[in-house]
């Protein structure tokens, strides 16, 4: 009695497995989701509850009425989507009307391993013109014909000699088949069902149901679930490509451009690999269009970037970055190399004829490559910073080059007091006394100008050792100096060594401008 039991408590678990299975497909071919119901439901139950709880209040019972009234109303609306779908138990469609994205011959694989099963099958398809119906014995006969032959429906048996329909399935998977697959047994009905379903099975049929109309409905169903389920795959391809490819060269974004790169710095970083980033700009891409028209400089651009993806590794990442530019993520490349290839890339461009109905035009390219420096890890904005300087260059330099990122040497420039005292304009003295006073401190200033005394400054240098607190603060607490006081010796002490010799009479502003327009020339005497 037990056994018994347990039994009938797993074909109901099966059967409620079987039923989630089916509302899941419900669902979605009626775009709606578990969400969609859950929502409702769950308003619906919770209204309920207080309705219960406001007996007593006719205005609170009124709104609760409401809220009830529209989740019901919702749901109502989800259960006439599902109720517009055709289902196989419902209305056996006429498989000589197939839709036109189905193909014009069905071939259907059976495997079976009994004759008697196999041949009933057959002559309730035998009306039915457009079926080819295959036979496989077995598992291993199966796993041949569906090695050799595209099939567009499986039926298969659960049980047979060498294995079962869980086998087939689990080839089918290994093999990224997308044959829909239809379990047929008369053996412990619902609980291979729901393994059969659970393991990718896309609809089940007890033989003892099978009719031609059983049999064209599943056909059916398989087929509209199996189109059905591509569509929204293709769908969701179809969006992420758009997401991350350029819609006029096919090349990816510079969305994905940007993800890539902060991959392959990182990358770079860790493994301590080499990487550069080259940066490719049409020249005078604007003259293109106003001679030969947008639609020829399209096909300029996309006869490049075809160019440039047969012209690269696989290994390397191409993408539009913007307009008439492209950026190329060389991996494990120098900079050196990188130079070779970006150079003989040039070349081929420079020599190539852009045709395009009857024009044909000519054009060149610039680019800036920049490497990525394991001294100075640069982050992917800063290598991308690069790369633009060193393309600025190409097109400064006259454009039709390849110029490589290299950072500029800090240039000799001498200090303006040398440069002061050796045009005469002041002594060494003069200079030691200027440098002396730019160089006081916030205490020494205020003394020197009479805004403190020297026992106030002491007082608070002494206060400043215990409290911690910037000097100009304790003196404003104690009351030595005013705020007008700090600011005005906090900007004296910012002062450039210029500044301070024109307040001092040394020089005139004309003879500063000068000094300082000889500092940058870098005169021999100074070096």
């Known amino acids: 009695m037990a056994e018994k039991h347990r039994f009938c408590h797993l074909n109901d678990e099966a059967q409620q497995i079987i039923e989630e299975e089916r509302l899941k497909d419900l669902l979605h071919m009626a775009g709606a989701s578990a969400g969609e119901l859950n929502q409702p439901l769950a308003v619906l139950l919770r ?31 989800i259960a006439q989507r599902i109720q517009g779908i055709r289902h196989c138990r419902v209305t056996p469609p006429d498989l000589e009307s197939t839709p036109d994205a189905y193909p014009k011959t069905l071939k259907i694989l059976y495997v079976e391993d009994s004759d008697a ?14 079926i080819r119906l295959f036979r496989a014995r077995g598992f291993q006969d199966a796993a041949r014909a ?38 047929m047994t008369a053996h412990g009905d619902e609980l291979i069902a729901s393994q059969a379903i659970q393991n990718g099975a896309t609809d089940y049929l007890p033989k003892r149901l099978v009719s031609e109309n059983a049999l064209s409905a ?14 929204v795959t293709m769908a969701q391809q179809k969006l992420a490509e758009m997401s991350t490819k350029d ?9 994905y451009f940007m993800e890539a790169l902060d991959r392959e710095v990182a990358r770079a970083g860790r493994y301590q690999s080499e990487l550069v980033l080259c940066i490719v700009d049409v020249d005078h891409f604007k003259n293109v269009n106003d001679t030969y028209g947008h639609p020829t400089g399209d096909a300029v651009l996309t006869e490049l970037g075809r160019m440039l993806r047969e012209f690269i590794r696989e290994s390397d990442l191409l993408c539009r970055y913007g307009g008439d530019e492209f950026a190329i993520i060389l991996t494990s490349t120098d900079q050196h190399k990188a130079q070779i290839v970006c150079e003989r890339f040039r070349e081929m461009v420079a020599w190539h004829a852009f045709a395009h109905n009857a024009y044909r035009a000519h054009v060149t390219v610039s680019i800036g490559i920049a490497s990525y420096s394991h001294r100075q890890r640069p982050t992917p904005r800063v290598l991308i910073e690069w790369a633009d300087n060193a393309l600025y260059r190409a097109k400064k330099d006259g454009r ?34 200027a440098l002396s006073e730019q160089q006081l401190k916030l205490g020494d200033i205020l003394v020197r100008a009479d805004r403190i005394t020297a026992q106030q400054l002491a007082h608070a240098l002494d206060a400043q050792k215990m409290v911690r607190k910037k000097l ?25 060594l210029g500044e301070v010799m024109m307040d001092k009479g040394y020089i005139m502003p004309r003879d500063l401008q000068w000094a300082l327009a000889m500092q940058s020339h870098e005169p021999r005497q100074w070096q």
């Open 218 to 231: 599943a056909i059916t169903n398989a087929l509209e679930k199996y189109h059905l389920s591509r569509a």
């Open 117 to 130: 099963d196999f041949e009933k099958v057959k002559n309730l398809l035998k009306n039915h013109r457009h």
């Open 400 to 433: 039709n080059r390849v110029v490589e990122y290299a950072k500029k040497a800090a240039r000799h420039r001498p200090k303006l007091g040398k440069v002061l005292v050796s045009e005469g304009f002041v002594t060494d003295s003069q200079l030691s006394e």
């Open 472 to 496: 100009g603060e304790v003196l404003i607490e104690f009351g030595h100096a005013t705020r007008q006081d700090i600011a005005w010796a906090l900007k004296k002490m910012k002062r450039r």
């Open 247 to 255: 819609p006029l060269t096919g090349l990816y974004n510079r969305r």
């Open 146 to 183: 569906l090695a050799k032959t595209q099939f567009d429906l499986i039926f298969s048996e659960y049980v047979f000699s060498d294995g079962n329909g869980l086998d087939v399935l689990q080839f089918h998977q290994r093999k990224g088949l997308e044959t829909p697959v239809v379990i």
């Open 47 to 77: 209204y309920i509850e207080l309705l219960k709880s406001s007996r007593n209040d006719p205005k609170k019972l009124d709104e609760h009425i409401a809220a009830i009234e529209q989740a019901g109303q919702r749901i109502t609306q």
